[in-house]
């Protein structure tokens, strides 16, 4: 069995939103903002929220060189959670991000958030996302999904009734 610290585990960030993901939380996102779909993937995440009735800019670009839309609403690659959020802080502008909760414990999370004055916000799902994964742009053969790890949607400036809330 692979392992991480093994030479047979390859780490891939390529891991897409399924379209459930955006629909639960439909509810808590602005109809009236222009979202950007910061990390492209395969496409389909910003081609999920446009079906869903958001006005969605989803381009490949590079999201450190460009700064659209009025709300960022995106799965970002989890290896460059610190450098994507301090980026977050620099744009200044209200995020929806999907993350592993466990990001909330490191040091780079506490000093980007710990002091801000708009205080962080958490959606948590009724149950894990199943991301779909690939390697090489392509979905691999027999893939089963089953993450095996918990995520929620981290929220930064987005005025949510709660600071906390569950998903039914």
Known sequence: MAGFGSKTFTNHDDYMTPKSAWSAI???IPKDKIIWEAF?????SG?????LGFETIHEEVDFFENDLGEIIVSNPPFSMCPAILERMVELNKPFILIM???KINTQYFRKLF???EDPI???IPRK???????VDGKIPENYKSCCNFDCMYFCWK???PRDIIWLE
């Open 26 to 28: 439909e509810h808590l």
């Open 100 to 102: 592993p909760s466990s």
């Open 47 to 51: 081609k999920y929220l446009t079906e």
């Open 128 to 134: 894990r996302i199943q991301f779909i994964k690939l």
């Open 114 to 116: 710990a002091k801000q």
């Open 121 to 123: 916000q958490i959606i």
């Open 40 to 44: 492209y993937g395969n496409g389909d």
């Open 158 to 160: 987005m005025n949510l």
